[in-house]
Every structure is written in structure tokens, then in C-alpha cells.
């Protein structure tokens, strides 16, 4: 037994250790568990093929694929910001509007005719194409992101938009310049230039905008550079970029290797995992590679599926609020990358006049609407001259009441994890405010039930059904999330009571969450009042107050729970877009099944590249929703969901695991360990002044050694200071 407790306080130092080494801007950036992010890394024995075959790069604003084609090396580039952002309404029928008193809705419906043109779409910038013979594959290092090819090594550096290159190939640069002018090259010097100006439109709504691209070479090293219009203030794209070649092609290649290295060590410094299951371990780490190509804070967000392999991507590879977009982001914060949310936060922010001018102009009333679609380089409607003030609308797609719920959750899900209250009352706030004007403005015009209670709609049931249903779970339990989150941030902030006030008032007029029987006579809950169970779900609305809404919890009360349980077993989807929501729902309720199904589905998606294909239409690879893999990992390992922290809730018995430093609602960093089937010990480190509780994983707990009350919950309740660490064991140290 003494051996044991040695044992265990022996582990719970190590993670101590770990997680201090790995702070935040830390001077030692040790990465935790090097030897699993190491076993992530991709090799390819052929690269025939650019969607299952390719080897991605990136710095999440310049990112790019290289695989062989016409038998030679050939990488695809981009940047998060270069779209062909014209918009086309001239034909459009008026957008819809909805009587709310009434439940009257008028508009066309369905795909407008400006939806049938190429555009908007983001654009492929240009092609990197290398001399020599195709090789016998190629290899990626995660750890240092860098693909090599045979001799050739390709980075695409983390502190500047620059491609480096070492290889004895000659490179050459090229235009994608498919549906636009073409594109203008020359020379200026050694340096070889491509310039591209996508046309605005015709009114001047938008303004159109441009990039250039710059080569220089140094015997073996080459660079490409690559600037956008919206990267430079003052000067032309064409000498920036010729600029940032020059500079760049002077200084000392190992000099470049070693920053970019550094920003990279950082990254993984973060945050780690080692688990038995060595399969879930490399998607991890994969899908957090992944996620750093793609995300940057200060950049524009990442598309529903950048232009890579292939320019024809779907749904005008838009940002989709549904929930392929959410997913992309929501789970950052827990795997402590808060601040790659920044894009989709920023953008959200941006859109704010287009989506308070939406909500008056479909509804007629206060706050924000956000469209099931949306795009990039988007003008204030008050400055477009376009016909539906260059508005594109898709519906019903875009009239599901949930959408401005679960778009403020992908956002105040940074706030959760990190506590940066100036980060928040800034860029989150506001859209939070407004979006709780909305629900608040909207329910006041809601008839109610026998009971007093809101009926919530007209509304759409997510990609289910037809338009003008009420009572939907996804709306109730994202109109509670809302009203949660917004009279949390007034509290933290100290203004708006008077609105949060409101919010109370209306969340306590909300309903219940629909029910009917199934055939066999069980009580389930379905997707509208008085509708049937629906045989097959896209998106499954009945676990939707698990998860993705965190309205149900492991704490609810038990005859709740039972509820929910029911419905997921009786419920079925398609298997184009649920697997991660769905299987996180199931997790949630300690349902091992979310971990045996989740793992069984991925495993029949992985591609050679590590990446998935979705399935249904024409989803294809780089999706940004793939980053939610590593969300329903995070969930196996750890979850909080009401500020209340849970250890390996749905982890099986006979695998081992370890984490460090995931972040957990209220602030906490946490690390911990799993071993011969039950937890071994964990440190949780507190960053703001909040409240912990933690479901013990034992009868009797230690904190820093001294003996701590267990509730009736079964909850550890501790009043924490930024910085406090606090070491939980199952016997004295």
C-alpha cells in the first residue's frame, strides 16, 4: 500500500511538473508526452491523389497541400482572407419575413438564383510546382511541421507568409486563375512575381481586392512569398510581397527553421495526451495540427472547405452557422488554444450591423439573426446598393431560432476556458447582447401554451421537417444557453442588469422539451410539439440539449436523464453530420457506447493523409469540422459543462490515459491520469477567481494533501485565486 501511495504522489508531481513547464508564454516550452505527437506523424508510400494523399502546411492564415501530379511534386496555396467575395442578388425573390404573432412567413424559399453562381467562393491562390520526377512518397513531421519529399523539404513558416523550400528542383509559380482574369507575372531582378486582382462587384458593393505572390532562390532554398490587399495599409500587394521574398531569401535558413520551430514548440506546449488507444492519441494530435494550419488569431476564419485539392467544394464553401462552422471552433479552448477561436470570434463581431439588419428585416424586431449561411468580405447592408441589400438568403435553412445561440456558444466557449474578461467584454459581449435582445424581442411576441409557458416559434427544426413548427429542443436549450451565458458575462462585467433581469424572466417562461411515444410505447423526446419520432435525423435535434447545448448534464435529475437516454438509443441518423455531436451527447451521459461508436465511425473515414472524409453530397477533405474530433476526445477524457469537472467520464476501463492542461470551464487548467481502470491522481490549476467543483473519483480525496468534504453530488467544492494549484489524490501523499 505504501508503495502505492508513493506511486500516486510520484504521478501527481509529474503532472505538476508538466503542467508548470508548459505555462502559457512560458520560457520552457517542454512538450508534454513528445513520444505520442511523434507517433502522429503521417507517412505516405504514394501521392497520387490531393484529397487522400496530400500532406498539408500551413500557419493558419498561409496554408497549402503538396502531392504529386502530372508527375512531379505540386503544392495548391492559400490564404484564409483570398476569396472571390462578389455577390450576384439582382434576381433574388425579397427576403422572407416572419410574422412571429402569427406565425406567418412570406418570401421565396429554397436556393435564390445567386446562389447558382460560382461565386462568393475562396479562391486557391496560387500553384508551387517542382521539376523533378515524381518520388516513392513522403513524410509528415507534426512536431516541427515540415514535409519532406525524397531530398525536398517544404515549411510553410509560422511567423510570416512565406513558403520555404529546400530541394535541388527548380520551383516555379503559377496562377489558378479559373472563372477570373488571368493573372500578371513578371520579373524584378532575381525575383520572380505573380500578381491576381479579383474583380469587386459591378456597384462598387464590394471592392474586390488583390494578392501577389513573389519567388526568390538562394541555390538549394527557394521562398514564396504571398500578401493580400487586406495584409498591407499603404503600398501595392506586388512590392510587398516581393519585399517579404527579399528579406526573407537573405537570412540564414537555419535562422528561419529555428523561429519557426520555436512558435511550434509553443504550440505543443500546450497540451498533451497519452493514451493506450494509440489510434484516438494520433487523431488528436492530427486534427490539433490540423487546426494550427488553418487558425491564427487576427486572421480572417477559416472556410467550410478551403479550395485545396480541388476548386469545386461545395455550398460555396461558405461559413456555415448550422454547425459545421461551431464545430471547427468550439473545441479549441478545452484542448488550451483559446485564442485560435479569434478568427470566427472577430468575424462574428464584424457581422453584427448585417445581423441586427437581418433580424429587423426578417422578424421586424431588435437583436441579431444569423443566416444558416454567411460569407467573407460581407459590407454593412446600410452601405450596399444591391438589390435585398446584398443579402443572400436560405430557407428555411435560415430560420431555425437556435442558429444565434449556437453561434455566441463557439464564442463564449473561449470565454469559459480562459476567464479573459477583457478578451470577452470586447469582442463577445456585445454580439451576446444582442443576440439575447433577439430571443427576448422574439419571445414577447410568442403566443403561450395553457400553462403560460412561451411557445417557441415559428420556427425550423435543423435540416428536418418543414418550416413553422414550435417548441423545437434545439431552440429551447440554445435560448437557455444564451440567457445563461449573457447574465453570466453581465455579472462578471457589472452593467446590464436590467437586461439580464429580462432574461431570468423569459428563461423561466420557456417550456418543456417536446415528448411523444415510440412504437414500443417508450416516452421520448421528439423534434417540435406534436410531432412523431422522425425515422432518421441529419442532425440529431432530440440529444441536441446534451450536446451540443449543455442544457443536460450528468447532474440533471435522474428522471431527466432517464428521458434523454431513451431518446438517444431510439434515435437515428444518416451518418453525414452527427457523429461528433451525437457521440459527445452519448458521452455525456457515460454512455461507453459514444466511445466504441465515435471510434468505429472515424476509423472507416481516415484517409492516408490522417485527415477524414465526411460522408453525404459532395464533402470532401479539410474540412474545418473535422477539428471536432479532437473535441470528442477531449470529452472521453475530461468534461465540464456547468463549471462542474468530470475525470475519464467515458473512458474504458482496460486502456490507460494521461492528459495535461486541458482547460475546463471556470478557468482551470487540468491535468490528470488514468491507470488499471480507475484515476490516479490530478492538478488543477486555477486562473481567475472562480469557483471549482469537481466530481470526485474516489470515496475520500486529498487536496494538497489535506482531507477534503465530498457532497451528497459527490462534488469537491474549492474557492480558488488565480494561480493556485491544487494537487487531488485518493489517499495522503
Not at 456597384?203 to 500578401?227: F, R, T
Request: overall charge negative.
Amino acid at each position: 500500500m505504501k508503495l502505492q501511495i508513493i506511486r500516486i504522489a510520484c504521478i501527481a508531481l509529474l503532472l505538476h511538473f508538466i503542467s508548470s513547464c508548459s505555462s502559457n508564454g512560458g520560457s520552457e516550452d517542454i512538450i508534454p508526452f513528445a513520444a505520442s505527437l511523434q507517433e502522429a506523424n503521417v507517412t505516405l508510400s504514394q501521392m497520387q491523389d490531393g484529397q487522400s494523399e496530400s500532406l498539408m502546411l500551413g500557419n493558419g492564415d498561409l496554408y497549402g497541400i503538396i502531392w504529386e501530379k502530372d508527375g512531379s511534386p505540386y503544392m495548391r496555396i492559400t490564404k484564409n482572407d483570398i476569396w472571390d467575395a462578389r455577390l450576384d442578388t439582382s434576381k433574388d425573390q425579397p427576403l422572407p419575413t416572419v410574422d412571429i404573432a402569427s406565425g406567418k412567413v412570406t418570401g421565396a424559399s429554397g436556393a435564390p438564383p445567386s446562389y447558382d453562381l460560382p461565386y462568393p467562393h475562396p479562391r486557391c491562390a496560387a500553384v508551387i510546382k517542382f521539376s523533378s520526377a515524381a518520388t516513392s512518397g513522403g513524410m509528415l513531421d507534426l512536431q516541427h511541421a515540415v514535409a519532406s519529399l525524397g531530398e525536398t523539404q517544404v515549411r510553410v513558416l509560422a511567423n510570416r507568409n512565406v513558403v520555404l523550400i529546400n530541394t535541388t528542383d527548380t520551383v516555379t509559380i503559377e496562377s489558378v486563375s479559373t472563372g477570373i482574369s488571368p493573372a500578371e507575372q513578371g520579373t524584378d531582378g532575381a525575383i520572380t512575381w505573380l500578381y491576381q486582382k479579383l474583380a469587386g462587384d459591378e456597384n462598387g458593393d464590394w471592392q474586390g481586392m488583390e494578392y501577389a505572390l513573389a519567388l526568390a532562390v538562394k541555390g538549394n532554398i527557394k521562398v514564396v512569398s504571398l500578401v493580400s490587399s487586406y495584409d498591407i495599409k499603404k503600398g501595392n500587394v506586388r512590392d510587398a510581397a516581393i519585399a517579404l521574398a527579399r528579406e526573407s531569401i537573405q537570412q540564414e535558413e537555419r535562422a528561419l527553421i529555428a523561429q519557426h520551430e520555436q512558435r511550434w514548440n509553443q504550440y505543443w506546449s500546450r497540451s498533451g495526451i497519452q493514451l493506450d488507444d494509440k489510434v484516438m492519441e494520433k487523431w488528436w494530435y492530427r486534427m490539433l495540427y490540423f487546426a494550427k494550419t488553418v487558425c491564427e488569431p487576427g486572421n480572417a476564419p477559416v472556410a467550410l472547405m478551403p479550395p485545396l485539392a480541388t476548386d469545386v467544394t461545395p455550398w460555396h464553401a461558405d461559413l456555415h452557422h448550422n454547425y459545421n462552422a461551431w464545430q471547427a471552433f468550439w473545441p479549441l479552448p478545452a484542448s488550451n488554444q483559446p485564442e485560435l477561436v479569434d478568427p470566427w470570434i472577430s468575424y462574428n463581431h464584424e457581422m453584427i450591423p448585417r445581423f441586427k439588419w437581418l433580424a429587423k428585416e426578417t422578424y421586424g424586431i431588435d437583436g441579431l439573426h444569423v443566416p444558416i449561411s454567411s460569407y467573407l468580405h460581407e459590407p454593412d447592408p446600410a452601405l450596399s446598393k444591391s438589390n435585398n441589400n446584398r443579402q443572400m438568403s436560405m430557407n428555411p435553412w435560415g430560420l431555425t431560432i437556435g442558429l444565434q445561440g449556437m453561434t455566441l456558444q463557439s464564442m463564449w466557449q473561449k470565454y469559459l476556458c480562459d476567464q479573459d474578461q477583457v478578451y470577452m467584454k470586447e469582442k463577445i459581449y456585445p454580439f451576446a447582447k444582442e443576440v439575447v435582445t433577439f430571443y427576448t424581442s422574439f419571445m414577447a411576441e410568442c403566443k403561450k401554451d395553457e400553462q403560460g409557458k412561451i411557445l417557441l416559434g415559428p420556427s425550423y427544426s435543423p435540416e428536418h421537417g418543414g418550416w413553422g413548427i414550435y417548441n423545437c429542443p434545439f431552440d429551447i436549450a440554445y435560448v437557455h444557453y444564451a440567457f445563461d451565458a449573457f447574465i453570466q458575462a453581465s455579472s462578471d462585467l457589472g452593467i446590464d442588469e436590467a437586461l439580464a433581469e429580462k432574461c431570468r424572466t423569459y428563461k423561466n417562461l420557456l417550456g418543456p422539451y417536446p415528448t411523444n411515444t415510440t412504437e414500443n410505447g417508450q416516452t421520448i423526446v421528439v423534434d417540435w410539439q406534436g410531432a412523431n419520432q422522425i425515422a432518421v435525423h441529419n442532425i440529431t435535434v432530440p440529444a441536441s440539449p446534451i450536446f451540443p447545448a449543455d442544457q443536460v448534464t450528468w447532474f440533471s435529475p435522474e428522471e431527466e436523464k432517464d428521458l434523454f437516454k431513451r431518446t438517444i438509443k431510439a434515435t437515428r441518423f444518416n451518418g453525414n453530420n452527427s457523429h461528433v455531436m451525437f457521440n459527445i451527447a452519448k458521452a455525456r451521459l457515460s454512455l461507453l457506447d459514444g466511445y466504441t461508436d465515435g471510434k468505429e465511425w472515424f476509423a472507416s473515414r481516415e484517409l492516408p493523409n490522417g485527415f477524414f472524409k465526411w460522408q453525404g453530397h459532395q464533402h470532401g477533405t479539410y474540412m474545418g469540422e473535422m477539428i471536432g474530433v479532437a473535441g470528442l476526445i477531449n470529452e472521453y477524457l475530461m468534461q465540464s459543462v456547468g463549471n462542474k469537472i468530470r475525470l475519464f467520464p467515458c473512458w474504458p476501463e482496460d486502456k490507460d490515459a494521461a492528459f495535461t492542461r486541458l482547460r475546463a470551464q471556470g478557468g482551470f487548467i487540468v491535468s490528470a491520469v488514468f491507470k488499471d481502470g480507475r484515476v490516479a491522481s490530478a492538478t488543477l490549476e486555477s486562473v481567475a477567481d472562480k469557483q471549482l467543483q469537481l466530481l470526485s473519483p474516489w470515496k475520500t480525496i486529498y487536496v494538497n494533501g489535506e482531507k477534503s468534504v465530498i457532497d451528497a453530488s459527490g462534488l469537491v467544492t474549492l474557492n480558488t485565486r488565480p494561480g493556485q494549484v491544487f494537487v487531488f489524490t485518493e489517499t495522503h501523499p
